[in-house]
């Protein structure tokens, strides 16, 4: 079974500060998504990472690939209140005839000024 | 692109009552996805349309659950006699064909069953 793991789960942070979240899955993939979720809103793409060494930047994001690991990871540089909000992962999964996204556990950010 | 429309938004129900959400894909997308998400919890997998054609299904949708997507443009998911349980956000993604193209979701239908 596909499982996608992130950590931390909330993370409460100062403005101006920097940290990362992670992504650990299960099985054997080569595409990861990240995307954003404001409260009772729906998902903003944030990143689409398509290869082993994938690192894709967005203003204080950036997003980061290492299929070998399974790991993913999205640094916040010098947080802004502006990014609040829950992150998830979504590892694409391909099974034969079928595909679809395994999302992570999502990261509640809490970015205090 | 006019993104992916979700209707209704809220839907508030009765338990035993059956429900059918509707889906807009955009219009160049042949792949399409209904999600389930819980409160605190990110989104499950449902099942996977490509064109008209239902690839496949999760466990999680009991025999009470049915999706179509006929001629391969809108699809609708209906549930049947529903449950406390089925209260959730139900969401609906699209894409094309092809390993670059990302997910669009919708706004999604959120489902309270009273």
């Known amino acids: 079974e596909l499982k996608v793991e992130q950590n931390p789960l909330f993370l409460s942070m100062q403005e101006g500060k920097n940290y990362t979240i992670y992504c650990n899955y299960s099985t054997t993939s080569d595409r990861l998504y990240w995307y954003r979720q404001d409260p009772g809103k729906s998902l903003e793409s944030l990143f689409v990472l398509l290869s082993n060494g994938a690192v894709k930047q967005e203003g204080r994001l950036m997003a980061s690939l290492d299929t070998k690991a399974r790991l993913s990871t999205l640094h916040i540089t010098a947080a802004v209140h502006d990014l609040s909000a829950t992150y998830f992962c979504?590892?694409?999964?391909?099974?034969?005839?079928?595909?679809?996204?395994?999302f992570g556990t999502g990261t509640l950010l809490a970015v205090q000024p | 692109d006019t993104g992916v429309s979700q209707d209704p938004r809220h839907k508030i129900t009765k338990r035993g009552q059956n429900v059918t959400f509707r889906c807009d894909p955009i219009?160049?997308?042949?792949?399409l996805y209904w999600y389930r998400q819980t409160l605190g919890q990110g989104p499950e997998f449902l099942t996977y349309?490509?064109?008209?054609?239902?690839?496949?299904k999760s466990r999680l949708l009991s025999d009470r659950f049915s999706a179509e997507r006929p001629k391969g443009s809108f699809s609708t998911l209906e549930i049947q006699r529903t449950e406390q349980g089925d209260s959730a956000m139900y969401l609906c993604a699209s894409r094309r064909g092809g390993r670059s193209y990302g997910y669009t979701f919708g706004s999604g239908t959120r489902l309270t069953v009273v």
């Open positions: 979504a590892v694409f999964f391909y099974g034969g005839a079928t595909n679809k996204l395994i």
């Open positions: 349309f490509q064109n008209e054609a239902q690839l496949e």
């Open positions: 219009s160049e997308h042949n792949r």
